[in-house]
């Protein structure tokens, strides 16, 4: 990611309607009977970022343990102010090293797509390899190649993805699929549309590159696109699978 997108996502991840429909999601799915974490779980966000979902996993889980790496210590600075108590710290999702001995529930949300699943495999396994039987692993991915614009440029996508291709994902992780499903699908056009110039002009290793996601949308415009996500993720929650949509998300657990 270049080096100014850390500043303006950080920013930018507490307020925009994505970033927020996300941890909706994660949440209403966690909160569900059959995939809730038990008590005070042992936690790991793998990629975290500039840190708002550790910040948002504490409040939400109260974990008893709450770690988060990432490759980028620019990343990890605004991360550390954001989530104080958690174990942060500088690893590679390609290489991890990991501080505990065994865990409850990992997310990786918007993560291997950078280096890629060939790249960031391995690495994945022996993330798994530390999840206690009947524990979950959280993705969240980019959906569909030919949505590739200057906005994954800016962030150094080099994959995006389908259902099809996640399934098999899990299952080559040993897991078995709890919820797979695409994101987005209600507001597929209109992300189609806002990304239309980034589609026809996007080069990838551009450094003049910008993310769409770096300013926050108007007070109204931000709210009604989610109250949109929003409803989609009530139906997500009730067992509902879209047949598309920007985002790909998926549970698996550990069998």
């Known amino acids: 990611m270049n080096r100014g997108e850390f500043e303006v996502m950080s920013r930018a991840e507490e307020q925009h309607w994505w970033y927020r429909g996300l941890r909706d999601v994660l949440a209403l ?10 008590s005070h779980p042992k936690v790991l966000d793998a990629g975290c970022g500039t840190g708002e979902n550790l910040r948002f996993l504490q409040e939400l889980l109260q974990p008893s343990y709450l770690g988060g790496f990432d490759e980028s210590a620019e990343a990890l600075r605004f991360a550390k102010r954001k989530a104080p108590a958690a174990d942060i710290y500088l690893s590679d999702i390609c290489d991890p090293s990991l501080h505990v001995g065994e865990l409850d529930l990992v997310t990786s949300l918007d993560v291997i797509y950078i280096p890629g699943v060939k ?69 597929l056009p209109a992300v189609v549309l ?62």
Not at 29 to 38: G, K, T
Not at 240 to 251: D, E, H
């Open 194 to 255: 806002a990304r239309l110039p980034g589609l026809l002009t996007a080069r990838p290793g551009d450094e003049e590159a910008r993310s769409d996601l770096h300013r926050v949308p108007g007070e109204l415009a931000n709210r009604a696109l989610l109250g949109v996500l929003r409803a989609e993720n009530r139906l997500i929650a009730r067992g509902i699978r879209f047949p598309w949509g920007s985002s790909v998300f998926a549970i698996g657990r550990k069998v």
């Open 29 to 38: 799915s966690l909160q569900r009977s059959d995939l809730a974490p038990p």
């Open 119 to 187: 790249n960031s495999l391995e690495g994945l396994h022996r993330i798994v390899a530390k999840v206690r039987r009947g524990g979950l692993l959280v993705l969240n991915l980019p959906a569909y190649d030919w949505l590739y614009s200057e906005h994954d440029v800016a962030i150094h996508t080099s994959q995006r993805f389908t259902v099809r291709g996640v399934r098999a994902l899990l299952g080559s992780l040993g897991l078995s699929v709890e919820l797979l499903t695409y994101r987005l699908c209600f507001l």
